[in-house]
């Protein structure tokens, strides 16, 4: 089974400022993950697949980069609806597929 | 666009069997381009993928879950199921169905609100 890492668990951050959130997995898995956003009380909401792209209604400020086993999702210019807990999950090859722990970005 | 939604009780007593179903509506179950998957959030923890069913009734499970947990598809009703027997107190989570997407692509959109279920005498 494939270990999805995220780092930091929890990211303090302020609106209008960039915040940077990391995944690795055990092994390589080429360009083979996704990236959801899950705010309290709902269901996780896709917002990057293949490592880079965008899904439908993502906004542009949402970026997602990396192949191999680490992987970057960038949020360029944080708005207040995106407070929430994000998680990268891994679809290399075949299954078990794995999520990573989770990075909350909360308010500064 | 598609939808789904889980339905099933909220508490289960331990040793019970804990039968979920996902209804999809907006699209058929049958289109041969996705898979149907259960995934599951203990309260605070990460999600754990259970399994998925495609509509020919193929199944693939987590194999480091028992084999406790069954999959099944009604096509008729344009829904699937999770059975989950022997349930004790670790199995309560909230339940999510979501549709994966086909092979070599398999994230998952969209995803059911999820219900939490609680294992307790």
């Known amino acids: 089974e494939i270990v999805m890492t995220q780092s930091p668990a929890t990211l303090s951050v302020s609106p209008g400022e960039r915040a940077t959130l990391t995944c690795r997995a055990s092994?390589?898995?080429?360009?083979?993950l996704a990236w959801y956003q899950q705010k309290p009380g709902q269901a996780p909401r896709l917002l990057i697949y293949?490592?880079?792209t965008r899904a439908t209604g993502v906004p542009a400020r949402f970026s997602g980069s990396g192949s191999g086993a680490e992987f970057t999702l960038t949020i360029s210019s944080l708005q207040s609806e995106d407070f929430a807990v994000y998680y990268c999950q891994q679809y290399n090859n075949r299954p078990p597929w794995t999520f990573g722990q989770g990075t909350k970005v909360e308010m500064k | 666009q598609v939808q789904l939604l889980e339905s099933g009780p909220g508490l289960v007593k331990p040793s019970e069997t804990l039968l979920l179903t996902c209804s999809v509506s907006?699209?058929?179950?049958?289109?041969?381009?996705?898979?149907w998957s259960w995934i599951r959030q203990p309260a605070g923890k990460e999600l754990e993928w259970i399994g998925r069913?495609?509509?020919?009734?193929?199944?693939k499970y987590n194999p480091s879950l028992k084999s406790r947990f069954i999959i099944a598809v009604d096509t008729s009703k344009n829904q699937f199921s999770l059975r989950v027997t022997s349930v004790t107190p670790a199995d309560t989570a909230v339940y999510y169905c979501?549709?994966?997407?086909?092979?070599?692509?398999?994230?998952?959109?969209?995803w059911g609100q999820g219900i939490l279920v609680t294992v307790s005498s």
């Open positions: 293949a490592a880079s």
């Open positions: 907006g699209g058929s179950i049958n289109t041969g381009r996705y898979y």
């Open positions: 069913i495609f509509a020919t009734g193929s199944t």
């Open positions: 092994q390589t898995i080429s360009n083979s």
């Open positions: 979501a549709r994966e997407h086909y092979d070599f692509s398999n994230w998952f959109d969209p």
